[in-house]
């Protein structure tokens, strides 16, 4: 299966500034996803990471506040805009390889907004 | 739509009982549906998955999980539990469609007591 490398682990971060999380995978894979779980909760679907375009994003998500790059088949980074306390989150990256139904998931970036 | 129950917020049992982590779900058309295990300040880890054939599906740290579809169930279990299976439990699903997109139950905590 697909070994994905995400950084930073974890941050601690003031309000109003940006992070971004870079997710580097070691074989080409079809999809990239980005979710987020927040304290105590379940994952919810970010964005889906295209290459070369635009991420589709889920409702309450948007562009501004989490724009998404994904240069080439392996490498996707997601940004954190203007962050306030209520972004502090576990972000995740997921990959689905070019064969096989397996999703593989990043460590995750813990991210604390003070 | 598609979506994820797992009815027990929290599952007791003492090491070497059996353990059930149960799910349910809702998706049109036939799923694909998947297990992974979280454990504390890590990513999520795959445990087994769903895509057709034989009901009973077994996959990592002898874990397996019977799909039933009149039910619409994929309850997760383990004929005799240790302390180290003691982490968050997701149940997933996705529809056999070309969407890629899972969706997540709410999870379960799974505490073994020695």
């Known amino acids: 299966s697909a070994v994905i490398s995400q950084k930073p682990s974890r941050d601690i971060c003031q309000r109003g500034t940006s992070l971004t999380i870079q997710c580097q995978v070691d074989s080409q894979v079809t999809m990239m996803f980005w979710y987020r779980q927040q304290p105590g909760q379940s994952l919810t679907l970010i964005a889906t990471?295209?290459?070369?375009?635009?991420?589709?994003?889920e409702s309450g998500f948007v562009i501004d506040k989490f724009p998404i790059s994904r240069p080439n088949l392996t490498f996707s980074t997601l940004t954190v805009s203007n962050m306030s306390p209520e972004d502090s989150s576990i972000y995740l990256c997921?990959?689905?390889?070019?064969?096989?139904?397996?999703?593989?998931f990043g460590s995750g970036t813990r991210l604390t907004v003070v | 739509a598609q979506s994820v129950a797992q009815p027990e917020d929290q599952v007791n049992v003492a090491e070497g009982n059996p353990l059930t982590v149960k799910c349910t779900y809702s998706?049109?058309?036939?799923?694909?549906l998947f297990w992974y295990v979280q454990y504390p300040n890590r990513g999520l880890q795959f445990l087994l998955k769903y895509i057709t054939g034989d009901n009973l599906v077994k996959g990592s740290y002898g874990f397996e999980a019977e799909f039933n579809k009149s039910q619409t169930s994929f309850h997760l279990k383990k004929p005799s539990a240790l302390v180290s299976d003691s982490a968050l439990y997701f149940c997933a699903v996705r529809p056999l469609s070309n969407d890629y997109k899972l969706s997540f139950g709410a999870g379960t905590t799974v505490t073994v007591r020695a």
């Open positions: 990471a295209n290459q070369g375009s635009e991420a589709t994003y």
């Open positions: 998706v049109s058309g036939n799923p694909y």
């Open positions: 997921s990959v689905v390889p070019l064969t096989g139904y397996g999703y593989t």
